[in-house]
């Protein structure tokens, strides 16, 4: 497999930060915040439960940082701990999914925006799509395709079998393709 440089650079700056380097620390958490925030939200369905979630989630990734074995495992890893937060926080408040206006997913998804034109708009309309999937679809899609984890990856960071992934983004492309041809596909 190869590794491209945002993947290296991350693997040294999670080594680094292990080894007490604040500096490399800082610039961790400012390359991953914004995923994680987005991942939660994706998994949440509410910006200020999903800040809080992964707020809570550094926590966690800062103690547990020295134990990580594979620091090339790191992407993973925190997706994992911030799925499982997010996990913890809807069984324990029993939280009401509720779809955001159009201008809260703009505020989360800031940044992701930099194609232009026609790319852009038909992005924005997969996106819009993707929201009326079930959580667990739209959480392996977006880290599919968004996150550019692997299946393997994605299985880690959401706690699932590879196969369970597979099975999610098949469901959500055909969902995404019926919707978008103007048809139903009942399944979830």
Known sequence: MQRDTERILDEYLAAAARTG???????????????LLRHAWRLTGHPD???DMVQEA????????????????FPAWAFRIVTRRCARAIRGRQVERTRLVDAELDTVMAGEQDEAGERASELAIV??????LPAPQRAALSLFYLEDLSVAEIAVALDVPPG??????????????ARLEGSSDGQD
């Open 21 to 35: 380097d604040r500096a490399a620390w800082e610039r961790l958490v400012t390359r991953w915040q914004p995923r």
């Open 49 to 51: 439960l999903a800040r």
């Open 58 to 73: 550094w926590l966690e990734i800062v103690r547990g940082l020295r134990r990580l074995d594979d620091i090339a495992a």
């Open 127 to 132: 996106r819009a799509e993707m929201q009326g």
């Open 164 to 177: 369970t992934v597979k099975t999610r983004l098949m469901h959500a492309r055909r969902k995404i393709r």
